[in-house]
């Protein structure tokens, strides 16, 4: 089968290559390689160690509360327009259910009866929508030497 051919070439090249002296090959190898146990700040990327300048902190920071503050005000909007939604949808109901009562009021006009409606239902207020402020620019970080 295949796979009997190639562990058996394979094998042949590994017994060859058995009576090669690689300890130089090795040698510079552990050369490159030997820098002892790493620990852990020795992995972090220099990107998460670097200290930066106050000024950049503080701009940062101030990038930082005014994404929080658009983020609320994105939340305060779309509450907003639900609440106006959900009352927007109350007056389409008390508005149906009136016309429903001036129809019959009507109907009823024509065969003998009063003809007095009950008043219209009053819009709900509209709310004053909610400023969103535009998206931030973030600062970008000062040139690491």
């Excluded at 009997?4 to 290559?17: N, P, Q, R, T, Y």
């Excluded at 509450?79 to 019959?104: G, H, P, R, S």
């Excluded at 009507?106 to 003809?115: E, H, I, M, P, W």
Aim: charged share 25%; net charge positive; aromatic share 4%.
């Amino acid at each position: 089968t295949l796979s009997d051919i190639l562990i058996g070439a394979l094998s042949k090249v590994l017994e060859k290559s058995k009576g090669v002296d690689d300890s130089g090959f090795q040698t510079e190898l552990e050369k490159k390689r030997k820098h002892g146990n790493l620990g852990f700040m020795d992995m972090v990327p220099v990107s998460l160690t670097v200290q930066y300048p106050d000024a950049y902190l503080a701009k940062r920071l101030k990038y930082i509360r005014k994404v929080e503050a658009r983020e609320r005000a994105i939340v305060a909007s779309q509450k907003a327009a639900d609440a106006a939604a959900d009352a927007n949808e109350i007056y389409q109901l008390a508005k149906e259910k009136w016309m429903a009562i001036v129809t019959e009021a009507k109907n009823n006009s024509a065969g003998g009866g009063t003809n007095e409606s009950p008043p219209m239902p009053v819009p709900p207020p509209i709310p004053a929508p909610v400023h969103v402020p535009p998206i931030p620019t973030s600062p970008s970080p000062p040139r690491l030497s």
